[in-house]
């Protein structure tokens, strides 16, 4: 009896002390709104759309911390070990594992010549490029792309909602943390593996992914925390550029509405003069003299 008013106690105060407690700290971690009459600052800090950021900023520095240790090192021993043609293999393989939840976005999305590439390239390369670790579709003149969740919603519509700062996923928001989830259950090799003798598979297929991916971009993220005053800024921007160019299939679709309503803006027409004077006689301009006229003989037209 004492036992089970103990665990009963437990649950009240997780129930009723935990939420309290959860929402104080999220609030504590909420950036400051500029007061109303500061319509500048209340206009930046609505574009910037980052209200949790003191909260983003402390998972940022983990993450960091975490990269610096661990992360790094790993993706330059990563770098060292393979030779360029095993880390190309693996890259291609992992997508090719990714074919599905590609195909089932391009669909979603409404992108039926997207969805057809993407299941050509699926069905040769994983059968001529042996399991995917060649990518002979390439070569076929089939190029491959990325697609997930969070891209369909935004093609849908959902807006991106502040932005997040995820421990080890990095930067996010809501819309592609929803994302996150839909295509890790909508993935068919995730289950398959999952109900193998070997589950644990999903991870070092994740942990290679993560490591390929920092591996890539090692040095633009140098470049870009040596050249940014504000490493944290700097990197919130550049997410959110890079997810924009995804969203629109890494094409420039400004202006968004159609071309024929921003004819005026992007023809430039020739500047309208008055009506030029007739021009002067060149004789008149040179200031040459006039040539006389020569006398009509006589009886010329008789």
């Known amino acids: 009896m004492h036992r089970t008013s103990y665990s009963s106690g437990q649950s009240a105060f997780a129930r009723c002390v935990l939420p309290a407690l959860l929402l104080s700290l999220l609030l504590a971690a909420c950036a400051t709104v500029p007061p109303a009459d500061d319509a500048e600052a209340r206009a930046d800090f609505a574009q910037v759309n980052d209200p949790l950021e003191p909260l983003n900023r402390v998972t940022f520095g983990f993450n960091r911390v975490l990269g610096q240790v661990v ?55 994983s059968t001529l490029g042996i399991a995917g670790l060649f990518d002979v579709a390439k070569s076929f003149g089939m190029e491959g792309h990325d697609e997930d969740f969070g891209q369909t919603l935004a093609v849908w519509g959902a807006g991106e909602g502040p932005y997040l700062v995820l421990p080890v996923f990095g930067p996010s928001s809501p819309r592609d943390g929803i994302g996150m989830g839909v295509d890790l259950v909508m993935d068919p090799f995730f289950w398959i593996i999952r109900s193998s003798s070997e589950p644990y598979l999903n991870y070092v297929r994740a942990g290679v992914e993560g490591i390929d991916l920092l591996e890539r971009n090692l040095h633009e993220l140098e470049e870009l925390e040596r050249s940014s005053i504000d490493y944290y800024a700097a990197m919130r921007t550049r997410y959110r550029e890079n997810r924009r160019g995804e969203i629109r299939n890494n094409q420039d679709l400004e202006p968004e509405l159609p071309d024929y309503l921003f004819e005026d803006e992007f023809y430039d027409p020739p500047p309208v003069t008055p009506d030029a004077p007739d021009a002067p006689d060149t004789n008149e301009q040179s200031g040459a003299p006039e040539e006389p006229e020569e006398p009509e003989e006589e009886g010329q037209g008789r």
């Open 71 to 125: 992360l790094e090192p790993t993706a330059k021993v990563y770098r060292a070990v393979l030779p360029v043609p095993v880390r190309d293999g693996l890259r291609n393989a992992l997508h090719n594992l990714g074919s599905p939840v590609i195909l089932a976005n391009d669909l979603l999305q409404g992108e039926g010549k997207r969805a057809g590439n993407t299941f050509l390239r699926f069905l040769v390369n």
